[in-house]
């Protein structure tokens, strides 16, 4: 292959990961979009006729610890990582083990919500939103 051959190659190459990229992150935009959508339905819902928001804990990425957070809202999975809270934002409450946190409490950051949480994650592990709101509302 001639360096301008090659050249050519690895050109096309970066620009269809671009594109690629970019597609990725317009899908993840929309299954993000449509997930609020549901939340937002949700919050409107539990908060008319329950169950009622409770205080929100994070824990430890071991899962030994639990720390106190700032939040108020409802725990999408048994295991009590995932959460929405009362203005509808979503949390993934996991944080490293601190002794601090242990007396402070930790402040996780809102991320966008997927479609299916814990997706690529161990078999049983993955749970899709709608599903897991109405095992909520089911409470």
Same mark, same amino acid.
Do not use: N
């Given at each position: 292959?001639?360096?301008?051959?090659?050249?050519?190659?690895?050109?096309?190459?970066?620009?269809?990961?671009?594109?690629?990229?970019?597609?990725?992150?317009?899908?993840?935009? +929309?299954?993000?979009?449509?997930?609020?959508?549901? &939340?937002?339905?949700?919050?409107?819902?539990?908060?008319?006729?329950?169950?009622?928001?409770?205080?929100?804990?994070?824990?430890?990425?071991?899962?030994?610890?639990?720390?106190?957070?700032?939040?108020?809202?409802?725990?999408?999975?048994?295991?009590?990582?995932?959460?929405?809270?009362?203005?509808?934002?979503?949390?993934?409450?996991?944080?490293?083990?601190?002794?601090?946190?242990?007396?402070?409490?930790?402040?996780?950051?809102?991320?966008?919500?997927?479609?299916? &949480?814990? +997706?690529?994650?161990?078999?049983?592990?993955?749970?899709?939103?709608?599903? +897991?709101?109405?095992?909520?509302?089911?409470?």
């Amino acid at each position: 292959m001639t360096d301008e051959k090659a050249a050519r190659w690895r050109e096309e190459r970066r620009a269809a990961a671009e594109a690629h990229g970019e597609l990725l992150a317009s899908r993840q935009r +929309a299954e993000s979009a449509q997930a609020q959508e549901q &939340i937002d339905a949700f919050v409107r819902r539990a908060t008319k006729v329950g169950p009622s928001p409770e205080p929100l804990f994070a824990r430890s990425y071991d899962g030994r610890a639990r720390y106190r957070t700032p939040l108020v809202g409802w725990y999408l999975r048994r295991d009590e990582t995932v959460a929405v809270d009362t203005d509808g934002k979503f949390y993934v409450l996991t944080a490293p083990s601190s002794l601090v946190a242990r007396f402070r409490g930790v402040t996780p950051e809102p991320t966008a919500p997927p479609l299916v &949480i814990g +997706a690529g994650g161990k078999d049983g592990e993955s749970l899709d939103m709608s599903e +897991a709101l109405a095992r909520v509302l089911a409470r």
